[in-house]
């Protein structure tokens, strides 16, 4: 069954790849044989998760950038693709999820930093790359977003809107890049990251869904490795939800 998640060969680039659910991903891209492109904000963070690549036997390439800046975008690709040459793998997890306690709270600051990061910059980087695979026969393009498209809380509306416009897009590019690039979407519930380590213990007994729990990072990349895989070769332009059967 390992052959279905056979990487070998590829090369994939992950967004907000130094930790949560994107560190996961890549821990798992390079165990099924894919070299790693690693992005995120925070230098030191890419290095360790490259470091790990390396240590499965893999490439991996460090290459900070702030995904959320059209322009840092131009110049992560530029850097990518010098680098390592091509990309088959594209994973858009980058994201932040501010809140407010109103609507009229929310400042054009945090509004527009919100959008770029969980939209404008999957939007752009997905465009950039999704030509290139285009030109190059082949590739997969994988959004992250957010059960909160479909169930907003008020104080996440903003980027529950931004999600909602990502689960959009992946259909619009799907189209635009197929038939050889295909473009899909997980859109997840909630996961205990490093990021959820605010959050109270009983809300793993409190969350409302089928599973009766929040889930964990590993239970994520088996959908990351079916939509990377060419195994996925008649799936596209899907959201797949992964949110242990939130109501």
């Not at 904000?41 to 290095?47: E, G, K, Y």
């Not at 977003?145 to 959009?168: C, D, M, Q, R, W």
């Not at 635009?176 to 959820?196: H, K, L, Q």
Request: some cysteine; overall charge negative; charged content about 20%.
């Amino acid at each position: 069954m390992a052959d279905y998640f056979d990487l070998s060969g590829k090369v994939a680039l992950v967004t907000g790849g130094s930790r949560g659910l994107g560190r996961a991903m890549v821990k798992a891209l390079a165990e099924c044989g894919a070299d790693v492109i690693v992005t995120s904000r925070d230098a030191a963070s890419c290095a360790e998760a490259v470091a790990e690549v390396e240590a499965l036997g893999r490439r991996g390439w460090a290459i900070p950038a702030h995904v959320g800046r059209w322009e840092a975008i131009d110049e992560l690709v530029e850097a990518a693709y010098a680098a390592a040459g091509r990309i088959d793998i594209l994973i858009n997890n980058a994201g932040n999820a501010p809140a407010v306690a109103k609507s009229t709270d929310m400042t054009e600051t945090l509004f527009d930093k919100t959008v770029g990061l969980n939209f404008k910059g999957p939007f752009r980087l997905a465009s950039l790359v999704g030509e290139r695979m285009v030109a190059q026969g082949s590739g997969s393009i994988i959004n992250v977003s957010s059960t909160g498209a479909v169930h907003p809380e008020p104080e996440f509306a903003v980027y529950a809107a931004a999600k909602g416009a990502l689960n959009i897009i992946t259909k619009g590019h799907a189209l635009e890049y197929g038939p050889n690039v295909r473009v899909n979407c997980i859109m997840a519930g909630p996961f205990w990251t490093d990021i959820s380590k605010s959050w109270r213990e009983e809300a793993d007994k409190t969350i409302n869904s089928a599973a009766r729990r929040i889930g964990r990072p590993e239970e994520v990349v088996t959908a990351a490795l079916y939509f990377a895989s060419d195994h996925s070769s008649y799936t596209t332009g899907t959201v797949l939800t992964v949110d242990g059967g939130q109501r």
